[in-house]
């Protein structure tokens, strides 16, 4: 099945980007389609999490209108880049 993706972006980014050139645009979404991959699947995980970090990591991601499983990809992603987090 070859289901649609919605990329969400928070108002920080936006207002960032908005003005960026159709060039970079383009450039940003080939990054993107290289990063998903052909027939990128997402791998299901699950953690042992304390619940007051899981509650205090909610709140977090509240406070700054983000998705919480977007921003722990985020994260990853830094952490794996060699970025420190």
Do not use: W
């Not at 908005?18 to 953690?47: H, K, M, W």
């Amino acid at each position: 099945m070859n289901e649609k993706r919605i990329i969400k972006f928070n108002p920080e980014y936006l207002k960032a980007t908005r003005g960026a050139t159709t060039t970079q645009i383009a450039d940003f979404l080939e990054c993107y389609r290289l990063l998903q991959g052909e027939n990128s699947v997402e791998a299901p995980i699950s953690l042992h999490i304390s619940p007051e970090l899981l509650n205090a990591f909610k709140a977090k991601c509240a406070l700054f209108n983000r998705d919480e499983q977007t921003q722990i990809k985020k994260l990853m992603r830094q952490f794996v880049e060699g970025n420190d987090v």
